[in-house]
């Protein structure tokens, strides 16, 4: 009787959450996540209560989370995405092709930590010393390089398996298969083994380091930082290699894995979620940061709101409307957060960041906290706008 009353108990819990998580409560919980966490940054969240009423308009924010995300994952992600389309063989009843996909992951991980090694050295050394030759000679030696370091990893790990399977072939069966698996393959990989820059490139776009900090010390920890995006970049596509049987599986591993290190990757390096969030303002057009010239009417907005020399403030001819310029840092159905014109210089610099240096990630945070303050919560529906 006991076990049945467990059974039952934990029927009633998984009924119970299946009920409360239908697809209209998630999309709604990640809308009003994405607006909370961007208030709670810009230090505005007494606005939070007043806009979370808007539920169509929350679901119109879902979406465009999702695509920032699918937006951000496709480029993060692809060292991962891209190698699965070269994987793919058009051999038959080849069971040790699996083999050969875990040895061209193996190499590839690899001769991308082999390209950024080259990448980071080479960087440093050209600082140190004038070249003979200019920067168009140089980044094809790299790519070459590359290549070659590749087709020799996957010679090492793959040799044994391809000499079984050549061994059976003959003619020029036996060589497209050897060139294919050896040299084609491999070297294309090699080519896949330098768009770690891609995802690289978006976490060192707000990357600064202290005053003071050497080349050397700075290539040691670009390095650092290089191989462990390397590795959390190719996590999925490991997890992809590893599943041995049925595309649709390897696609929900693929896929859950590439969510399971973005939130990883996020904790390590809390810009990330920030540029997310940022894009899914922008792109949903929560967030404007054009400068546009406001007219708001003179009996509901006193004049003291519009102090300081940042709003270029005046009143229409007419004497019905204060106009100031401004930018729209947040608009959610009918309130709009006009802020003074020099507020995207601020949330520019508030994305910088130093590695391990909280102290200065909240010095930038205060900073645009402190800059909001100074924004006006007016009604979308009396506010003129027109660009200047």
């Known amino acids: 009787m006991a076990e049945i009353s467990q059974v039952s108990k934990s029927n009633a819990i998984k009924t119970a959450l299946i009920s409360i998580l239908t697809p209209s409560f998630i999309i709604i919980a990640i809308s009003t ?178 005053d003071g900090t050497g080349n050397l010390k700075e290539a040691f920890w670009l390095f650092g930082l290089t191989s462990l995006i390397i590795m959390l970049t190719l996590i999925p596509l490991m997890v992809f290699s590893g599943v041995k049987t049925g595309l649709l599986k390897r696609l929900t591993a693929f896929l859950s894995s590439i969510l399971i290190t973005l939130a990883l990757t996020s904790s390590l390096l809390p810009i990330i979620p920030v540029m997310i969030i940022n894009m899914t303002m922008k792109l949903s057009g929560v967030m404007d940061l054009t400068i546009y010239r406001y007219a708001v009417p003179v009996e509901k907005y006193p004049t003291e709101m519009f102090s300081g020399k940042a709003w270029e403030f005046s009143e229409s001819k007419d004497k019905k409307f204060h106009t100031f310029e401004g930018v729209n840092l947040f608009t959610l159905g009918d309130i709009s957060l006009i802020c003074p014109k020099n507020i995207p210089a601020i949330l520019k610099e508030s994305m910088n960041y130093q590695l391990g240096d909280k102290e200065f990630d909240d010095g930038l945070r205060k900073k645009l906290q402190s800059s909001t303050k100074k924004c006006i919560i007016l009604n979308k529906d009396s506010l003129l706008k027109w660009q200047r």
């Open 33 to 210: 996540f994405f607006i909370w966490v961007f208030l709670y940054r810009i230090g505005r969240q007494d606005i939070f209560l007043q806009i979370i009423s808007f539920k169509e308009i929350l679901n119109f924010v879902a979406f465009y989370s999702i695509i920032s995300i699918l937006l951000f994952c496709s480029v993060f992600y692809i060292p991962s995405i891209i190698p699965p389309l070269i994987f793919h063989t058009e051999l038959k009843n080849y069971s040790d092709y699996k083999k050969i996909e875990r040895g061209y992951t193996l190499a590839l991980a690899l001769s991308s930590l082999i390209a950024a090694a080259i990448f980071w050295g080479g960087a440093y050394h050209l600082t140190k010393i004038e070249m003979a030759i200019g920067k168009q000679s140089v980044a094809p030696v790299f790519f070459i390089i590359n290549i070659v370091v590749c087709v020799a990893l996957t010679y090492l790990f793959n040799r044994k398996t391809v000499s079984l399977r050549s061994g059976l072939l003959s003619g020029y069966d036996k060589l497209s298969f050897i060139t294919i698996i050896n040299f084609f393959k491999p070297a294309l990989l090699g080519l896949v083994s330098c768009l770690f820059i891609f995802p690289l490139g978006l976490i060192m776009k707000t990357l600064k380091f202290p």
